[in-house]
């Protein structure tokens, strides 16, 4: 398996932009998580997926984030509309169960300006 | 509240320097504890999982340990690729069930 892959890696937008963050999860992983890395505030969980289905989205920061999983193997992070404060690397991961170890991809670093 | 705490921020060692990272945790019912590594530009690789205090795992030149209020990870003999970012993580209950990480140690080993 490739593991977790993530696109694009880099994107930079005006504020204001619709923004989509898309994720592979490795075949099989029940749970796929969706985190924001920023210096100040370091590694956030923002939801997470079991089965397709989200259990905790209380990590989401407001309603101009919106994360969806149509199927076992895609899943979306959307950003609508945009600002410079979303600006950070964030990070899609999938783990067979809850408390076991996740796969991180590589990451989006997002810069809106 | 449960909380993860990581110390200290930074960490500049010279190559085979030995020393310890500390990740102090307060969680009501541990499920257990992780570590992951991160190097620059990528996502966080995971090292090690600890579930109960006394447990001992070992990787090449880092072992990490768990008590009932920590946990470490004990570098020994450190070469100049180990140097990256190290985060401990724990799951909490806020709501739903989560892994909540550490703000991480960032290790810098000097040829």
């Known amino acids: 398996d490739a593991g977790v892959i993530q696109s694009p890696r880099h994107e930079v937008t005006e504020m204001g932009q619709e923004v989509t963050l898309r994720c592979k999860p490795i075949?099989?992983?029940?749970?796929l998580f969706w985190y924001r890395q920023t210096m100040m505030r370091g590694l956030e969980l923002l939801i997470y997926?079991?089965?397709?289905?989200?259990?905790?989205d209380s990590g989401m920061p407001e309603d101009r984030f919106s994360a969806k999983m149509p199927n076992a193997s895609f899943s979306t992070l959307k950003i609508q509309p945009s600002e410079p404060r979303d600006s950070a690397v964030y990070f899609c991961?999938?783990?067979?169960?809850?408390?076991?170890?996740?796969?991180f991809g590589q990451g989006t670093r997002l810069t809106v300006v | 509240e449960d909380q993860v705490t990581q110390s200290p921020e930074a960490l500049r060692l010279q190559e085979g320097e030995s020393s310890s990272l500390n990740c102090s945790y307060t969680v009501s019912g541990l499920r257990g504890l992780f570590w992951y590594r991160q190097d620059p530009g990528k996502g966080p690789e995971f090292l090690f999982t600890?579930?109960?205090a006394g447990e001992e795992k070992e990787k090449e030149r880092l072992k990490a340990t768990l008590t009932k209020k920590e946990s470490f990870l004990h570098i020994t003999a450190p070469k100049p690729e180990d140097s990256a970012t190290y985060l401990c993580?724990?799951?909490?209950?806020?709501?739903?069930?989560?892994?909540?990480f550490g703000q991480g140690t960032r290790l810098t080993i000097n040829p």
């Open positions: 997926f079991n089965n397709n289905v989200p259990i905790d």
């Open positions: 600890l579930y109960s």
């Open positions: 991961a999938s783990s067979l169960e809850l408390y076991t170890e996740a796969f």
């Open positions: 075949s099989g992983h029940d749970y």
């Open positions: 993580a724990v799951p909490v209950i806020q709501g739903a069930q989560k892994l909540v």
